[in-house]
């Protein structure tokens, strides 16, 4: 399956495309609700039904290119290594790598191999109702509720997290030791907040991980760990918007998306997300 495949041109689809597809099917430590292995699929095959032009301007103009889907029937380090490799070749070659998940411990190898091919420090901007900083999740160390620990403790990524809901007291230790950038989503919602501003010394280079849990489970509830009082659609992608000012969007990844059999509308929700992910990487440097 192709990501936008009845809208695009050959030469829009083509390897050279500005914006690389990786689905991973991942689902090795999920923790509640099962099903995000068949996320990256319902995403791609919704995102048939999605229109062009988004504000203004059509971002698959820049080109989107389905990359195979990463092998996750091997052990997860190795399918981890390998998403590594393939999103490290996609930044070599001056492309967006969207990994569509799966499991969000994904992102570990996303940014890894982000890294390696950039050469330099990497901040995270990160749309989630978990905080995902625990060192561990039942026997786990690359469980989807420690990715963010990881990357920021071993890997050494600046973060900023907006719109969690459920985290526990380690995972508040880890905020506090790694000086993480936060407001929770009872402080945006309430606070009606849509712009948020990072401090001069974040890096340039800014990966996106949308978890899409962070949504209010109202919006989205396919997902395997949803939580009630969540963010808005627009409110979420204002929120990425005003973040990127001024940085370079260096990859995204959209993940735990966990399809409801007969309700499409949540796939074609993940679907326009991440093409709007697209559209917001691109505003910047129109």
């Excluded at 993480?180 to 606070?191: N, P, R």
């Excluded at 969007?249 to 949540?266: F, K, Q, R, T």
């Amino acid at each position: 399956m192709i990501f936008l495949n009845s809208e695009l041109t050959n030469a829009e689809r083509g390897p050279d495309a500005h914006f690389q597809i990786v689905p991973m099917p991942l689902e090795k430590t999920v923790s509640y609700g099962s099903g995000a292995a068949a996320g990256p699929a319902a995403l791609i095959e919704a995102s048939d039904q999605l229109e062009r032009l988004w504000r203004g301007f059509e971002p698959c103009a820049a080109g989107i290119y389905t990359t195979p889907a990463i092998d996750c029937s091997v052990p997860l380090e190795y399918a981890l290594d390998s998403l590594a490799a393939r999103t490290e070749s996609i930044v070599r070659t001056g492309h967006i790598p969207v990994t569509l998940g799966g499991e969000h411990s994904l992102t570990w190898g996303a940014v890894r191999g982000v890294k390696r091919a950039l050469g330099r420090p990497v901040g995270i901007i990160q749309i989630d109702a978990h905080a995902d900083l625990r060192r561990a999740y039942q026997d786990f160390r690359h469980s989807h509720a420690s990715v963010m620990q990881l990357l920021v403790e071993e890997e050494g990524c600046a973060l900023a997290q907006y719109g969690v809901r459920a985290l526990c007291q380690e995972e508040a230790e880890c905020r506090a030791r790694n000086k993480v950038i936060f407001i929770d989503a009872e402080d945006l919602v309430t606070g009606n907040i849509h712009d948020i501003t990072l401090p001069e010394d974040f890096p340039e280079d800014v990966y996106v991980s949308f978890d899409v849990d962070g949504l209010d489970a109202a919006i989205m509830p396919a997902t395997g760990t949803p939580v009630p009082g969540g963010l808005g659609y627009y409110q979420a992608l204002a929120l990425v918007r005003s973040g990127l000012k001024g940085r370079r969007c260096v990859g995204i990844d959209v993940v735990e998306l966990a399809p409801i059999n007969g309700w499409d509308v949540w796939n074609f929700t993940a679907a326009q997300l991440t093409y709007a992910l697209m559209g917001i990487a691109l505003e910047n440097t129109r």
